[in-house]
Nanobody, 116 residues
Framework: QVQFVQSGGGLVQPGGSLTLSCAAD????????IKWYRQAPGKGREFVAL????????DYTDSVKGRFTISRDNTKNTVYLQMNSLKPEDTAVYYC?????????WGQGTQVTVSS
């Protein structure tokens, strides 16, 4: 399995910005589609964004389109989630994720709180 280390969460006011990072420990990172999910209090885990291995294809859930940008740096085995114009409803624990032939791999989760 791939081991992820996440960073970059925190508390931000509505309208603010944060960037999350997800660093992988495997050289096979470059072959993997990476996704971001989030889980708000009392809710299930939901898909947020994905990026294909070479970054040429991205996709987003409708609620974050135009505000969030997923990107990756394969030289650093790292995926980023740039979050702008944050809203209180973006408050959640954010997870990076991938699936390989060895199974599912999740990051440890990063808390994002949007509040005034």
């Amino acid at each position: 399995q791939v081991q992820f280390v996440q960073s970059g969460g925190g508390l931000v006011q509505p309208g603010g910005s944060l960037t999350l990072s997800c660093a992988a420990d495997r050289f096979t990172f470059i072959t993997q589609t990476i996704k971001w999910y989030r889980q708000a209090p009392g809710k299930g885990r939901e898909f947020v964004a994905l990026i294909t291995p070479h970054g040429n294809v991205t996709d987003y859930t409708d609620s974050v389109k135009g505000r969030f940008t997923i990107s990756r740096d394969n030289t650093k085995n790292t995926v980023y989630l740039q979050m702008n114009s944050l809203k209180p409803e973006d408050t959640a624990v954010y997870y990076c994720y991938t699936y390989t032939t060895q199974g599912h791999s999740w990051g440890q989760g990063t808390q994002v709180t949007v509040s005034s």
